[in-house]
């Protein structure tokens, strides 16, 4: 795997940056770095008009020839834009043995360095970079940015720059800081500064930092899906982005803990299995309540739906009791998920007219599940409990009327690059978990639809199906 760019912002105020190439692309380079403040040389046989202007405007200075390693004597980044590929590779061989960062035009592999596609809105500035692999692409994507992102967020970064010292000072606590910052862009600032008033913008600026308002912490109790970060809700993105604080379970994907703001605390809170889950629970509770009181932003994230087998409700007894500010914002749960990227209809108006979700995992002893309502026909059943009790399951489903030749699939990994589907009969259920290797996260369909993997599948590998030399009893 290639390694990733380091993504950073170079300050090359009176710092000397060499670009050898006298032509239209050194050009270019030279003018993406006037305004940086940096010592620009200008290093070729022969200048094109352009770079003439420059010099004689003293904008930039001149070495005239051939390139030689002493031009690179007081330089912190060389770009080599000539059109001789044995000259840039001079160039950039040169930089290396020294420690100079280097960019070479169009050569990805000689780059240390690579100079990304910008947006610019006053000190604002969006950067992409493809590595060097795909230029076009990011090019591509910075066009789309020029159009979404409007010319008046220059005027903001610029008025919460120079109110940058005055707010660290009134607020000096990072969470009021957030909350400030959360009344600021999401009030008329911004408006009144697309509309040109700029003292108005400061004003109301002055009027938010000086209002005094009162520290309440809240939670948000968060569906996370199933493990693709992209069935994420948008409610939900926000809100990861603005926590201070996020526990969640062991299951939530790290693809989607990596879209947190970057310096959210992230707590596992996720229960092992042979564990005291109520135990676990109270422990979960009073975090909640603790941190909220606190002030902070919690979000407690859920896989899959906070209300389907979540104990979601629970969470949110817990901080009513204690008077916490809460929020629910849904997620795919599991059953849906699994479905749809095993290719399996939850329903159908010829075989399955109702879906029920089970889940085995209750209090006492006795499970409480009308067995004989779930041996019924025409509908679907979503077990939402892994790989264990698999044994039990067909044996009740069929003690109580289930045909063991009822289609079942085993979903695991389901979403995520790993998804394994298993697709056999209620009657070999145990051993097609057993002999294909089947391990939680995984949820089990039982009926007619199940069977319609093997035909509908398209996300991940083709399912696996049956048990080979598995002989059962009539």
Avoid at 270 to 298: C, F, M, P, W, Y
Wanted: charged fraction near 25%.
């Amino acid at each position: 795997m290639t390694a990733r760019l380091f993504p950073l912002f170079a300050d090359l105020r009176n710092r000397t940056v060499l670009v050898v190439g006298g032509g239209g692309v050194a050009r270019r380079k030279v003018t993406a770095l006037l305004d940086t403040g940096a010592r620009i040389v200008v290093g070729a046989p022969a200048l094109d008009s352009e770079l003439a202007t420059l010099a004689a405007e003293d904008r930039i200075e001149t070495i005239t020839g051939s390139f030689a390693e002493s031009w690179l004597d007081d330089a912190w980044l060389v770009i080599a834009a000539t059109d001789d590929a044995i000259a840039n590779r001079t160039i950039a061989d040169a930089a290396e043995a020294r420690r100079i960062w280097a960019n070479v035009v169009d050569d990805a592999e000689l780059s240390s360095i690579h100079l990304p596609a910008r947006v610019e809105r006053g000190p604002l500035q969006i950067a992409i970079s493809s590595g060097g692999g795909a230029p076009m692409l990011a090019r591509h994507l910075r066009e789309q940015l020029e159009i979404q992102f409007d010319e008046s967020l220059g005027a903001l970064a610029e008025l919460l720059q120079r109110s940058r010292a005055s707010i660290r000072e009134r607020l000096p606590d990072l969470p009021a800081r957030r909350r400030f910052f959360d009344r600021v862009l999401s009030g008329p600032i911004p408006a009144l500064l697309r509309r040109g008033d700029a003292i108005s913008a400061e004003r109301a600026l002055q009027a938010n930092l000086n209002a005094t308002t009162p520290v309440h912490g809240r939670v948000a109790l968060v569906g996370a899906g199933p493990g693709d970060p992209g069935l994420l809700t948008l409610r939900a993105l926000r809100l990861l982005n603005e926590a201070d604080v996020i526990f969640h379970d062991r299951l939530v994907s790290d693809e989607v803990l990596a879209l947190a703001r970057r310096d959210a605390e992230l707590i596992e809170v996720g229960k092992q299995v042979g564990g005291n889950h109520d135990a676990t629970q109270s422990t979960i509770h009073r975090l909640l309540v603790e941190h909220a009181k606190a002030g902070k932003r919690v979000v407690r994230l859920k896989g899959g739906d906070p209300f389907v087998f979540g104990r979601g409700g629970e969470e949110l007894e817990a901080l009513q009791l204690h008077g916490i500010d809460f929020e629910v914002v849904p997620g795919i749960t599991a059953a849906i998920a699994c479905g749809a990227y095993a290719g399996i209809p939850l329903t159908h108006r010829d075989h399955a007219q109702s879906v029920r979700f089970v889940t085995a995992h209750t209090k006492g002893e006795d499970d409480g599940i009308d067995w004989r309502a779930l041996a019924q026909d025409h509908q679907t059943l979503a077990f939402y409990m892994g790989v264990s009790g698999l044994e039990r399951i067909r044996d009740r489903l069929v003690a109580h009327g289930r045909s063991p030749s009822t289609p079942v699939a085993l979903v695991e990994n389901s979403t995520r690059a790993g998804q394994r589907v298993v697709v056999g009969t209620l009657a070999e259920l145990p051993e097609l978990a057993r002999v294909h290797r089947v391990s939680a996260p995984a949820i089990l369909f039982v009926g007619e639809m199940a069977a319609l993997a093997t035909r509908l599948h398209w996300f991940g590998a083709a399912p696996l199906q049956g048990v080979p030399g598995l002989r059962l009893a009539a």
